[in-house]
């Protein structure tokens, strides 16, 4: 039975958002909604959206909030009716929240938490200048330096990894600077409405998941759903 959970997941680019999304979304049985991912998806279609959208993300901006707003809320309003799901990504400005806030409220299924993995800049930096990603599953990968050149092939699924654009030193400074300037101010939303729990992203995997669940009041044991 699918989970119903109705979760935010923040962090600045590179806490390894992706990673706890995935891993969550298994242990709870929940949706994996990432805007990162939904316009991804649209850049390999080739699609209008994705053309208007790689302008900004190739140089580590955001994509405008209407063109955001319209693409993740028609993914959370096809969700089944009562159906948990974890938002990777989004909202990442206040009018992103607001506007998430007001679609919820209207299904009558608000936010239960939202989470926030925290992670000093320093290893920000270090983890994202290694980052690759499969361009068929996106599962992350984190490469050393010698193994860019020929990259090995993704574990689940053998697809190509790739470093993306936005992965590059110079657009990963621009990243952590929009994440500080836009997207923290949305933290405040989340904090003023009593739902936001922050855990600390340094570590192994399954120790900042076990972290997470605690947090979000769910045994590290429990299958839930
Ligand atoms: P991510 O995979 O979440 O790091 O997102 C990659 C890029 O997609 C970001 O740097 C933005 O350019 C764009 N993007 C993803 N989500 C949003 C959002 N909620 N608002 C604006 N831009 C976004």
């Known amino acids: ?33 990432s805007s990162g991912d939904l316009f991804r998806h649209h850049i390999n279609e080739g699609t209008e959206l994705g053309a208007r959208a790689t302008e900004f993300m190739s140089k580590g901006l955001l994509v405008p909030d209407d063109l955001v707003i319209e693409m993740v809320l028609d993914e959370v309003s096809g969700l089944e009716q009562g159906s948990g799901f974890i938002l990777d990504g989004f909202p990442r400005t206040r009018d992103q929240a607001a506007a998430l806030e007001t679609a919820l409220r209207a299904r009558r299924q608000p936010l239960d938490k939202a989470l926030l993995v925290s992670v000093p800049q320093a290893e920000l930096v270090r983890r994202l200048g290694g980052r690759f990603i499969c361009r068929e599953c996106q599962a992350p990968y984190n490469l050393e330096e010698s193994q860019f050149a020929s990259p090995p092939r ?18 990963i400074q621009v990243r952590i600077g929009v994440y500080q300037e836009q997207t923290a ?7 003023e409405r009593g739902l936001l729990e ?28």
């Open 154 to 171: 993704c574990e689940r699924c053998s697809g190509e990894l790739y470093q993306r654009d936005d992965d590059r030193p110079d657009a």
């Open 185 to 191: 101010p949305v933290l405040d939303f989340y904090r």
């Open 198 to 225: 922050e855990i600390s992203g340094v570590g192994a995997v399954e120790d900042i998941n076990a972290r997470a669940l605690e947090a979000l009041g769910l045994d590290s044991s429990a299958q839930v759903g």
């Open 1 to 33: 039975m699918a989970g119903s959970l109705r979760l935010a997941l923040f962090g600045p680019p590179g806490a390894g958002k992706g990673t706890q999304a995935q891993l969550l979304k298994d242990k709870l049985n929940v949706a994996h909604v």
